[in-house]
């Protein structure tokens, strides 16, 4: 069992910063893959970030290369997504997504976090 607790969502300025976090907890032995997606409103969720663990490459969607940064903290178990110059249509709700494997495989979602950027 793997369980994501996501923080650090809210309301921003354009041209704003905030970063996400997400904290992962549970019985396993290791994970793979740590990601970052995001749902408009009316839209399907799409691909934000992806971090693999054991290579520590990254992956982004082109939209937001160059002001994202998705980074994690392997003592804590925490992957972050770092947004710079924000802009309105990065406004979604964001949604943290682990891949880990123990007795099982996991594919785990958390509960999401509201971002807005709004003047």
């Known amino acids: 069992q793997v369980q994501l607790v996501e923080s650090g969502g809210g309301l921003v300025q354009p041209g704003g910063s905030l970063r996400l976090s997400c904290a992962v907890s549970?019985?396993?032995?290791?994970?793979?893959?740590m990601a970052w997606y995001r749902q408009a409103p009316g839209k399907e969720r799409d691909l934000v970030a992806i971090?693999?663990?054991?290579?520590?490459?990254?992956n982004y969607a082109d939209s937001v290369k160059g002001r994202f940064t998705i980074s994690r903290d392997n003592a804590k178990n925490t992957v972050y997504l770092q947004m710079d110059s924000l802009k309105p249509e990065d406004t979604a709700v964001y949604y943290c997504?682990?891949?880990?494997?123990?007795?099982?495989?996991?594919?785990?979602w958390g509960q999401g976090t509201q971002v807005t950027v709004s003047s």
């Open positions: 997504n682990v891949k880990a494997w123990g007795w099982s495989t996991y594919d785990t």
């Open positions: 549970g019985r396993f032995f290791g994970i793979n893959t």
């Open positions: 971090i693999t663990i054991t290579t520590g490459s990254t």
